[in-house]
């Protein structure tokens, strides 16, 4: 979502502090319901496994091996620690 609206605000025309801040309300506006639907699920990925106690790169496989689930597996946790150590 964030890089979305940052795509179409950059696009714009803006001359003055008052027109940056009303178009970027508009991108914002704007912004379709699937790709918000899309960052909610990868931000919801992220904090499954971040509660598993996953960090940083490890976060990112898990997230990534695991698209299609709603929650990073423990397999998904006990295979990439088996990686890692």
């Given at each position: 979502?964030p890089?979305?609206?940052?795509?179409?605000?950059?696009?714009?025309?803006?001359?003055?502090?008052?027109?940056?801040?009303?178009?970027?309300?508009?991108?914002?506006?704007?912004?379709?319901?699937?790709?918000?639907r899309?960052?909610?699920?990868?931000?919801?990925?992220?904090?499954?496994?971040?509660?598993?106690?996953?960090?940083?790169?490890?976060?990112?496989?898990?997230?990534?091996?695991?698209?299609?689930?709603?929650?990073?597996?423990?397999?998904?946790?006990?295979?990439?620690?088996?990686?890692?150590?």
């Amino acid at each position: 979502m964030p890089g979305w609206c940052e795509y179409h605000y950059r696009d714009e025309q803006k001359s003055t502090f008052t027109a940056a801040k009303e178009v970027a309300f508009e991108w914002l506006g704007a912004c379709p319901t699937d790709v918000i639907r899309r960052f909610i699920n990868c931000a919801w990925g992220f904090m499954s496994t971040y509660c598993c106690g996953l960090t940083g790169r490890a976060a990112e496989w898990a997230v990534k091996k695991q698209r299609g689930h709603r929650a990073v597996s423990e397999l998904a946790t006990t295979s990439i620690e088996a990686v890692l150590n």
